[in-house]
Every structure is written in C-alpha cells, then in structure tokens.
C-alpha cells in the first residue's frame, strides 16, 4: 500500500492532461477524426438496482443525446469494484471506455485492500463528480426499533444478533454503516452482496435487518411500507424525507456520510476528450430529465471541473483513511 500523497498524483495527472491541448493534443485529435465517432461504454462497478445505476443511466440517456453516439452502460460487479476497475484501466485512452467511480473504488479500497492491479491515483483521470445522493437507515418492518435512538439501544442491547446488508465490500453501505458503528460504539455482522439488487431482495425478505442505502434503491420500499427509514445520513434532512432525522442531529453531532459518483478515464485520455466530456455531462446534469429524478431521490448534481474532482477525491482519500484504520475495516 502506498504512502504517497493521493492529492500529488491526482493533480499532476490531471494537469498534464490538460496541458496536451496547449501542446498539440488538439491537433492531435483532429487528425484522428472527430470525437465521439463510435458508442462508448460506461462501465459500472456494481450488479444493476442502486443508486449507481440511477446515476449512470440518467445521465447516459442525455450524453447519447447530446453525443450522438450510443452511451450505453455496463455493470460489472464483483471484486469490490477491483474487476471493473482493473478492466478500464487497461483499456484504450481514446474516451470511448469510462468509468463511474465512487467512494468505495476511489477513497476506500486503497486502504482496504492489501494490493490493486493499478493505482488509482495514477492510472485514471477524473473527468467530472456527477453527483451526491444522501445515504438512508432502513431496517425490516420486524425489527422492534421505531426510532433511530430505539434502534441503536436494540443493536447495543443485541450484539452480534443483527445483521446488516450491503451492496457489497467498499460499497457506500459497507463503509456508512461501519463508520457509525465507530461512532455510536455498537456492533452487527456485515452480510455482503453481489450489487443492491440482490442485497434488497434478502432485506425485503427480513433475512438481513438493516442497511444504510442511497434513497434511490429504497424511496419505493419506504412509500409502500416494506422498509422503515428512521435516519439519514446528510447534514440536513432531505425533502423526500421531511420527517426522518439526520443521525447528526440524533446525538452524533458532525457525522454525515452519502455516496458520491463521479466519471474517470484511463490515465491518457486526449484532453479535449476530457474536456468535452465534462461539459456535456455538465449539460447532462441540468436537462429536464436528469434534474427532475436527481430530485425525487434528492440526489445532488455537480458536474465540476477535472481538477475539482480530483481534489475532492484527495480529500475523501484522507477523510476515509482514517476511519478504515480505525475502525478497521477489511475486506469480508
């Protein structure tokens, strides 16, 4: 595991990429023919069914639109995001293989795991964060806990007899609910699954009890009273959610955890592709459709710059190293 500055090797990435356009990567591009001239896969890091999938898919439709080329998306779980991962980065540096990156592949696993097949502060470059969607507490209606206060007494009062789900290991799930296991002083078993759409279906089921999810994966099942949201995991409640508390507010003061995702291309990638890229999803992220389901899930468009991306991804690299050290967590 290296020990080198993440933000360094995010920054000089980033900045020699742009400085092609300034030394000929421009030119270079033209004589190669105009971008995008075939489809372009987005390459997901997770079975279909979660919020990555809402996030992915939302704005592929617009970039198919606007780009005129099919954008079309492809999961592929499995590994903790290493599968995936490892695959675009040895793909073709033309922009025509991307993918959607979050804070498990990018701010966790290098801490997590004892090794990766490539370093992803060096071999991917961050082209825009699309968005942020806030983390919710669900549990199974027969989990006795109404509260968020309730439930957090119950799972101290029940160690180990708990269990909660995720989308997998280094998923967002995976790494909320151990960071408020730190912060509250509790403990439950984690069960992790292949993607949120096989970790729902055993939640329905009540043969896990509890999960923190993106609201995406769960607003339905909370509507129609299969799952009980008692917190979330923002600063602030969210409009989908008026009534429900954040876990700040319900006595862990400073504590706020959502999942974020965001578009990165193999280390390379002409920095006119890079740069179009990113304006188009900026425009993405603010047609109609894409605006008006970020709203219902109160998901958070951003649509910023490389550079801004790539310093937010230093600075949820530093945030996280500490509380996997902490609370030690280890891929299941």
């Known amino acids: 595991m290296t020990t080198r500055s993440p933000f360094s090797f995010q920054r000089r990435r980033v900045c020699q990429s742009l400085a092609l356009l ?64 490892q695959e675009v980065a040895k793909a073709g540096a033309d922009g025509y293989t991307l993918i959607l990156g979050h804070v498990g592949t990018l701010a966790v696993n290098p801490y997590m795991l004892p090794s990766q097949p490539y370093d992803v502060n060096k071999d991917f470059i961050p082209v825009t964060l699309l968005a942020k969607v806030p983390n919710v507490l669900v549990v199974h209606p027969d989990v006795p806990a109404k509260t968020f206060k309730e439930f957090i007494a119950y799972a101290k009062a029940n160690p180990g007899k708990v269990n909660y789900s995720s989308a997998g290991n280094g998923s967002s799930g995976h790494l909320s609910m151990e960071y408020l296991k730190l912060t509250a002083g509790f403990f439950m078993t984690h069960i992790p699954y292949r993607g949120s759409g096989p970790q729902m279906t055993d939640l329905l089921a009540g043969r896990v009890q509890v999960a923190m999810n993106g609201l995406p994966s769960v607003s339905a099942f909370i509507k129609s009273g299969k799952l009980r949201a008692l917190a979330v995991g923002s600063a602030q409640r969210i409009a989908a959610l008026p009534d429900v508390p954040t876990i700040a507010e319900s006595g862990y003061k400073g504590f706020e955890t959502s999942q974020w995702y965001g578009l990165l291309a193999p280390a390379g990638t002409p920095a006119p592709v890079v740069k179009r890229l990113q304006e188009e999803s900026l425009k993405a992220l603010r047609t109609g459709p894409v605006t008006e389901r970020f709203a219902h899930d109160s998901a958070v468009g951003v649509g910023d710059t490389p550079e801004q991306f790539a310093a937010f991804i230093a600075a949820q690299q530093k945030v996280w190293k500490d509380i996997v050290a902490k609370a030690g967590i280890k891929p299941d």
Not at 27 to 32: D, E, P, T
Not at 52 to 64: I, K, M, N, Y
Not at 67 to 74: A, D, Y
Request: proline share 8%; aromatic share 4%.
């Open 22 to 85: 300034a030394t000929g990567g421009a030119s270079a591009l033209h004589a190669q023919g105009a971008w995008p001239q075939k489809p372009i896969r987005l390459v997901v890091p997770f079975a279909p069914g979660g919020s990555s999938e809402v996030v992915a898919r939302s704005v592929a439709g617009e970039l198919t639109k606007q780009l005129g080329q099919s954008v079309f998306v492809e999961n592929k779980p499995g590994g903790a995001g290493v599968i995936a991962m």
